[in-house]
């Protein structure tokens, strides 16, 4: 459950593009090794929010706070991973891409480390292979790998998995949850599908269209998790009922 | 199947360039077999190239007055403007010019390589100089390697007289072939002046004239002084063959007459004559009266150096034909009367 | 594109369909060798040509030109593209200046650049560089813009600075477009080299290729200006297919980014 410290906390934060308001003041908190969960239909702000909560975006208003203490600028601490495949470099091999960040930040067993990483993800034998070698799931993992590599305190995912086949899907989020577990991060998930959101979060929060945060669950179904338990169906047919209303109209 | 369109075009590729390839030699045949250019260009065009230059007077004055056309009732004659003696000579391989007026190095050249082609007539004699804008270098000796010399191109009537020059004074026709810079008149009178690189510059009329009316420039050869002598500057050359039919002859003919038709009113300094020429030439008429009243810029028929040219040409090893003739290399005054 | 037995073969099927075209068009139209030399007497000039190192001493001072207008080209064009980056205005003027400029053939330069820079090496570079830098710029400017916004993030996400992100993220990113920038700027700056030497003619012994050719038009040596047509194509493609050929194996197409 969720730590009582929390590791990174977004407070009333307000953005606009131009007169659309897309964040009308929003708060949340992610307290460390807790996986949480941004539930939300596509285009209502979610990943807005991550980009602020990374500080890859200015708010108009509002503060970020990490362990307590406010940031405005990006920093590897909080290690953001996007959607896109191309997040990983071209140029640069599976083990290149994950020991990228290591040297940039001199950490001097980069190798070991990077090489210790991709073990984690299940890639050690795609070492020296070349993204457009690897499937999307692979790409996905070498992401993982690149952001784990770097030991930060804080992840923020919007919505990694998206791209990837139903089948792998499954795949990464269990090795998300174990990487999480073994390297206790605290982690802000964006999704906008219930299943996943069910399957990883401790703790999931609800962000209507309007950007408003409108309900929050805690999960309380162990590890490893069936969404379809019966736990999981009543929560999810409350998550779906939520994501239905349309309180803006 | 990345592989599949390449490979096409590929054999697409050979096919259009065996028929480009086939094409090219069927008109090359038309353009060499001896007895072709009457049937390639009908008999009422002749083409005639010229050159740009003070040397070319007479040509633009029976151009424009349309002497030759008057002479020859039922022709069509094509003036063609350009550049260089070479392009002269690919031109008349190509079957596609009949009569050019150049230097005569180029000219043997051309007969050295097989070319038989000869001089009709000549055209003019005309003032060269060796240029230069830098006060230190008084003759060519004081050129040292490091002195660039522009002219229009190896082989060019000035490059052979520079080297007349230093075989005499050096015993080296080949001293300055290292410093040589090939430059079309015009641009070689601006880089001169303009201090561009240019030590000097064997010019030509006009350029001669501007170049030496310019601050600080001076002589350090001329033309006379370099072949120890008179020469002809420029002359006229029949394409090979041409001029051996009664067709070719009446053409070389009435060419002759309206040439020295010209020259007798440039001579007489007929106003509209000059006048026109002024135009043609960009100077104001007073100006053009100087260059020329200038003593050395004479317009004549006579052919002057053809055999000296010949001979020095050999020494330096720029023809290696011995069997060239002088008889050979001109029409007889015969065929053109 | 690879060089493989089956693409030797059929380049060299390629020639000797030349060859056989060439030689029996000759004979069968009987055409002068003023015009059309023959195959042999054309290898006997190109044997000539090589073995008293004449040629390779040309190409050397081509090659030397073109490095020069090459490197300097690619230096300007990454310095107007930094200057460009900083501000929008810089960029919008480059661009516009370079539309203009970009058709320009390099050799309409020559009276300016005479009057310029004078008659020296340093014309020819000046027009190199012209030939170079125009291309460049574009194709840069393109790869910049076409860097992914999620670089962009994963960049500032590491802290980097622009600096950093320029070479270590920026630079790989573009390469597809660097090097199609390279293959346009080497093509232009060959044709423009060979036109300014051969309009140029340069100083007789360092006159490069153009410069051969030249001689041999003047002195209607044409089986020594066909030796010298041999070597600019032989060369031309041959930067084109085995250099660019394999710095593009090396990088794009092992990164997988050849479109």
Known sequence: MADSAEALSVLNIVKRYGDHLVLPGVSLSVGAREIVCLLGPSGCGKSTLAKIAASLLEPDDGTVRVNGVPVTAPDANRFM?????????????ALGNVTFPLRLDGVPDWRARGIETLREVGLEAAAEKYPHQLSGGMRQRVALARAFAMRPSVLIMDEPFASVDASLRFDLQDLLVRLVAEHSQAVLFVTHEIDESIRLAERIVVMSDDGAVTGEHTVPIDRPRDARSPVGSRLAHALFEQLSEHPSR | MPFKIPNRLRTGGVFVLSLVIALTLTDCSRRESPNAPSADAPLSTVRIAEQFGLAYAPLAVVRSRGLLEARLPGTEVEWIQLGNASAIREAMLAGRLDIGFMGIPPFLIGADKGMRWRVFTGLSRAPLALITTDPAVRSLADLTPEHRIALPQPGSIQHILLSMASQREFGDPNR??????TLAHPDAMTALLSGAGVT??????????????ADGTQSILSGREAFGGLFTFIVGVASPDFGDDTRGRAVLQALGVSLAEAMALIQQRDSTVVAE????YGVPVGTLQIYLDNPELIYTS?????GRFLEVMTEFGYLTNQGLRLENLVLSEEVLR | MKTTPRSFLRFALVLLAIVILWEGGRAVFNVSPLVMPGVLSVLSSLGTALASGEILHQLAFSFSLIGMGIGIGAGLAVLALIIGAQSRVAAEVMGTVASLFHPLPGIALLPVVILWFGVGKMAIVVIIVHSVFWPLLTNLQAGYRSVSPTYHLVGRNLEMSPTSFAVRIAAPATVPYILAGLRIAWARSWRALISAEMIFGAVAAHGGIGWFLHTRRVFMDTAGLFAGILVVMLVGSLVERVVFGFVERSTIDRWGMNG
């Open chain 1, 81 to 93: 991973i996007f959607q896109e495949q191309d997040q990983i470099f071209p140029w640069k091999t």
């Open chain 2, 176 to 181: 300055f072939d290292n410093q040589l810079l």
């Open chain 2, 200 to 213: 000097a510059h064997f010019a030509s009329p006009p350029y001669v004239y501007e170049e030496l009316a």
């Open chain 2, 277 to 280: 020429l002024a135009g043609q």
């Open chain 2, 302 to 306: 006579r052919i002057e150096g053809l």
